[in-house]
């Protein structure tokens, strides 16, 4: 007679998908990556080159060099104009790259996106690992839905309720980083504390049990275990508060003025007809996040093109 043991297994970096392969055969193989590349060109690829051509047409809309292939009628003059003029549709203002209200409000989108994405990724960190801690608890529960309630909510009305709670004669914070800031880190918990719920539901509980009867303190058990394992994943749940804030208007734009940060300047410059100017500011933004997101990339291994929440 032969005893067989009980095989176990713990999951250690995340559970992985299931694959199914599909044979498509020789021409579909074809058919799907030419489906896939016009998409991609017409969702991603068409928007930035649309972006970048707008910024360099004497008159909005105006693509008349694609016909004529006279290409002397492309102007740099949304760029690099140094001084304050009215003629030629700059309506008394600087080129984008010696425009310092630009500057200066991309300087303020990076102070409210980095503070936003440090906070809200820390608190949705937390709030994930305590829920899956005690998921089986009514407060667990509690916490999870309450933290996932700012998702829910239009931006334009956290926005408005924030306005009314912050901008009295009481309590005055309108125009300033710190209210954009509190605002941004509540509106976007629920992407950080989602990602990180994910990634620790998917992390066996013996590997922290283990640590706990070594008395490691909790600290080392979060920096030296937990983290390193699901990085990716909690990575992810920093970049997305970093990447949503940098391009969100609806949250924002009662609770400062135009010119105070990216969105609310490419908004000003809509209403005065730069359209050039507010697809330089597109353009600015869409290469910052590819920037940030390739550094991070580079820097960590985590990306968020590698999947979100494990």
């Known amino acids: 007679m032969s005893l067989h043991s ?41 928007p930035i080159v649309s972006f970048a051509f707008e910024t360099f047409l004497p008159n909005p809309g105006d693509y008349s060099f694609l016909y004529t292939g006279d290409t002397a009628n492309l102007t740099t003059k949304w760029w690099i104009t140094s001084e304050n003029i009215t003629e ?17 409000a991309f300087k303020g989108t990076i102070l409210v996106s980095v503070a936003c994405a440090l906070l809200a990724g820390t608190i949705g960190t937390l709030i994930g690992y305590a829920v899956s ?10 916490v999870n839905a309450m933290a996932f309630l700012p998702y829910l909510m239009p931006s334009i009305a956290v926005g408005a309720a924030f306005f009314i709670l912050f901008s009295n004669e009481h309590v005055n914070l309108f125009n300033t980083y710190t209210l954009l800031i509190i605002v941004g880190t509540i509106k976007y918990i629920p992407f950080a504390s989602r990602s990180s719920l994910n990634s620790m539901l998917q992390l066996s509980g013996e590997i922290e049990e283990a640590a706990i009867i070594q008395d490691i303190p909790w600290i080392k058990r979060m920096t030296r275990i937990i983290i390193p394992i699901q990085k990716s994943s909690i990575i992810s749940g920093y970049m997305l508060p970093f990447m949503t804030c940098l391009r969100e208007l609806s949250l924002f734009m009662l609770l400062c003025t135009q ?5 609310t300047t490419l908004d000003y410059f809509d209403e005065m007809g730069l359209y050039a ?3 330089g500011i597109n353009l600015i933004l869409i290469v910052t996040i590819l920037v940030c ?14 999947g979100i929440g494990g």
């Open 6 to 46: 009980r095989k176990n297994y713990t999951t250690v970096t995340g559970k992985s998908g299931q694959i199914s392969k599909i044979n498509l055969g020789r021409v579909g193989k074809y058919i799907i990556a030419l489906v896939l590349v016009v998409v991609t060109f017409f969702t991603s690829i068409f």
């Open 293 to 306: 997101n390739t550094i991070v990339n580079k820097v960590t291994g985590a990306s968020l093109d590698k």
């Open 277 to 279: 100017f507010s697809s």
């Open 259 to 263: 010119g105070f940060i990216l969105s």
């Open 88 to 104: 030629n549709g700059m309506y008394g203002q600087k080129g984008i790259l010696y425009n310092d209200t630009i500057w200066n």
């Open 133 to 142: 801690k005690n998921r089986r608890s009514k407060g667990a529960n509690y």
